[in-house]
């Protein structure tokens, strides 16, 4: 795993009805962009939570050498509706000990110099678009530097204009990049 970041072998993840995925086998290196294609109900989405070590599986491995986080993820991680788009950066990163609730100040001081999110700070989760949903969640992901950013259906509900910026602010992360989409996306 020399610049592998994450090493999937033989994986697979079998329910009372039968195989969601199996014999999976994939290698990402630091900094790659990797497509998972397929349509919906092909167990694309079940595959990037078990790549993000989310998601139980029984058979196979996977391996990471570098902190993975979740981007949007319908109904797993995506924006809170009642909270605003600072709030949800401001939370973060009190959760992850960056910052402390008493000290508003110094919390925004920390989103400014942590967070780079073209959406406005006062947008509430429930008024944000599919990109912007995305937008905000890759944000957060960003917070704890990870090795690895792992996003959901990168193409639903998004124009070509709209899929391409988002695709763009996944490859300026620096990080391996894994995405599920109904087509591939990478190029």
């Known amino acids: 795993m020399a610049d592998q970041v994450l090493l999937a072998e033989g994986l697979g993840a ?5 195989w969601v995925f199996r014999d999976v086998d994939l290698a990402v290196e630091a900094g790659e962009f990797v497509t998972l ?21 029984s058979a196979g491995s996977v391996r990471r050498s570098a902190p993975a986080a979740l981007g949007f993820v319908a ?12 709030e949800h950066v401001e939370e973060r990163l009190v959760l992850l000990g960056r910052a402390s609730w008493s000290l508003r100040k110094r919390r925004r001081q920390a989103l400014d110099r942590l967070v780079d999110v073209p959406l406005r ?3 509430l989760g429930r008024d944000l678009d599919p990109l912007g949903a995305h937008l905000l969640c890759l944000a957060l992901a960003r917070v704890n530097e990870p090795g690895i950013i792992l996003a959901d259906d ?3 509900g998004l124009s070509e204009v709209e899929r391409r910026t988002l ?19 990478a190029a």
């Open 14 to 18: 079998r329910t009372r009805r039968g």
């Open 37 to 57: 294609s397929g349509a919906a109900g092909s167990g694309r989405t079940s595959l990037l939570l078990a790549l993000a070590g989310h998601f139980r599986t």
């Open 75 to 86: 109904g797993v991680n995506e924006p809170e509706p009642g909270l605003t788009v600072a």
């Open 121 to 123: 700070p006062e947008t």
């Open 154 to 156: 990168v193409d639903s």
């Open 167 to 185: 695709v763009e602010a996944l490859r300026d992360t620096g990080a391996a990049v894994v995405v599920t989409a109904r087509e591939d996306v």
